[in-house]
Every structure is written in structure tokens, then in C-alpha cells.
């Protein structure tokens, strides 16, 4: 693993929540003393974010596409209850 | 299909198996909402984030589940239906939504990256995706995506990771009000 790799799996488990305490002190000591770590840590939150954003309406896409029948909507335990109301 | 199968699913990132439970819940959860003054619209998107909802935390391994996966996703959907009720309430008569600047430029950032998420290769983009939001490890990762093991997906994962960050970085550099 090169310095770049390294320096990148730093970042990353930081974010992920996977370093330990000590861990996690020595790299926000180290963020207060480089604009430049804390300018790449911004940064990599919201690539996160984007990430994230993409992978849902992603998701919601394909679930869209999905085939609802809307005669189900008035089967099952719903419509039991509508008969007791 | 059973709880335990669904489930085992979801852990690998069998996507197939939130459509089952999408066709599955759906009209007893989208009614639960419009019973509740919701229209058809709003229904679907609650019910839709909160599957996604539990779809995460059980390929994030965060979920134990002790109750039935539609009591789960029902409950989830109750939460994010009275939340939107309240947000309604609070917003009802205000003018929509005024920008103010950091989160303006906030929001531009992140449009700016999707946009290079969606112009990016599609095979490293799912595995971006399968990792950071799904929340699938290296091990799941190599299953899902046919790769040899855990550290070919890791090196993979982050040649992906590294082509994205420049992508994205070239695209700031071109957009000045961004500095």
C-alpha cells in the first residue's frame, strides 16, 4: 500500500467511525494542524452525501418500476378491518 | 419467503428481495398513511424511505430484528409519516423554503458531485454505492460483484473511490463561484 492509499483508508475509516478513541484524537489533533486534511475530510463528507443522495432515488427509481396491482389495495387485513368499522 | 430468507438476502445486497417486500407491504402500509390524511403521492414516498430505511440497517448489520419485518417497516413508516405531518404544520402559511447562502452552496456541491456519480463507469459506481449507502462489506462486496476476494474488492473500492474524487475535483476547479 502506497503513502496515498494509506493517507486515503485514513480518511475513510475516520469517517466510517472505524478508528479507535486514541485513534480518532491523534487524527482531529492532526486535522487542527492541516487545513489541507481538514479541506479533504469536507470534501470526502459530501462525496458521502452525494453517495448517498444517488443510491436512494436510485432505489426509489426501481421501486417505481415496480409493478403495484392496485386491486391489492383493497385486500387483506385492511379492508377486514374497513368491514368491522 | 420467510423473515430469515428476506433477511439473509438484504446482508449480501440481493436487491430482489426489497422488491418482494415492496409488492409484499404495500398496500397495507401505503393505506395505514392515507388513513392517517395522506395522499397517494405521499404515501408511496413514505413507505418507499422507510424499506430503504430498513433495507440499510440490515445490510449495515445495525438491525437485530425482534419483531416481524412488516411490524418494523410499519412502525418506520409511522415515525417518518408523523414527522412530515409535523413539518407541515410548522411550514403551513411560511413562504417556501428561503435559501441563505452556505446551504445553497451546500446543496450545489453535492448536485455537482451527483452529477459525476452519474456520468462514472457503472461497474465501480455500484460498488460505491453497494459500500458507502448499502453499507456491504469487502467480504459482500467480492461476493456480489464476482470479484477473486475481500482485498481485490478493498483495491477495487478504492481505485473507484480515487477516479471519482479527481472526477469530481476537476469539475470544482471548472466552477469558480465554488472557491
Not at chain 1, 470534501?43 to 426509489?60: C, M, P, T, W, Y
Not at chain 2, 417556501?96 to 445553497?104: G, L, R, T
Not at chain 2, 451527483?114 to 454505492?129: A, E, Y
Request: charge should be neutral; proline fraction near 2%.
Amino acid at each position: 500500500m502506497n503513502a496515498d492509499e494509506k493517507y486515503f483508508h485514513m480518511v475513510d475509516d475516520y469517517l466510517s467511525h472505524q478508528l479507535n478513541p486514541e485513534e480518532v484524537l491523534r487524527f482531529e489533533q492532526a486535522m487542527k494542524n492541516s487545513p489541507d486534511l481538514t479541506e479533504e475530510v469536507n470534501f470526502q463528507k459530501d462525496v458521502r452525501n452525494a453517495l448517498h443522495d444517488f443510491r436512494k432515488s436510485e432505489l426509489k427509481g426501481r421501486l417505481n418500476n415496480l409493478p403495484i396491482k392496485e386491486s391489492t389495495y383493497t385486500s387483506g387485513f385492511w379492508s377486514f378491518q374497513e368491514r368491522q368499522l | 419467503m420467510k423473515d430469515k430468507e428476506v433477511i439473509d438476502r438484504i446482508e449480501k445486497g440481493d436487491e430482489s428481495a426489497l422488491d418482494y417486500l415492496y409488492i409484499k407491504l404495500y398496500s397495507m402500509i401505503t393505506r395505514s398513511i392515507l388513513k392517517n390524511g395522506g395522499n397517494e403521492e405521499e404515501a408511496k414516498d413514505i413507505f418507499q424511505d422507510a424499506l430503504i430505511v430498513f433495507w440499510q440497517k440490515v445490510s449495515k448489520r445495525e438491525l437485530t430484528l425482534t419483531a416481524k419485518i412488516s411490524t418494523y417497516v410499519y412502525s418506520v413508516s409511522q415515525n417518518l409519516w408523523h414527522k412530515e405531518l409535523l413539518r407541515k404544520k410548522r411550514y403551513a402559511g411560511e413562504p417556501a423554503d428561503i435559501p441563505f447562502s452556505e446551504d445553497f452552496e451546500n446543496k450545489e456541491r453535492i448536485k455537482i458531485i451527483r452529477d459525476c456519480i452519474d456520468k462514472m463507469g457503472k461497474s465501480c459506481r455500484d460498488i460505491l454505492t453497494a459500500h458507502y449507502f448499502d453499507g456491504l462489506g469487502m467480504t459482500e462486496i467480492a461476493e456480489k460483484f464476482g470479484l477473486a476476494n475481500a482485498d481485490t474488492a478493498k483495491t477495487r473500492k478504492y481505485k473507484c473511490k480515487k477516479k471519482l474524487d479527481l472526477f469530481v475535483k476537476s469539475h470544482f476547479t471548472s466552477n469558480d463561484f465554488l472557491d
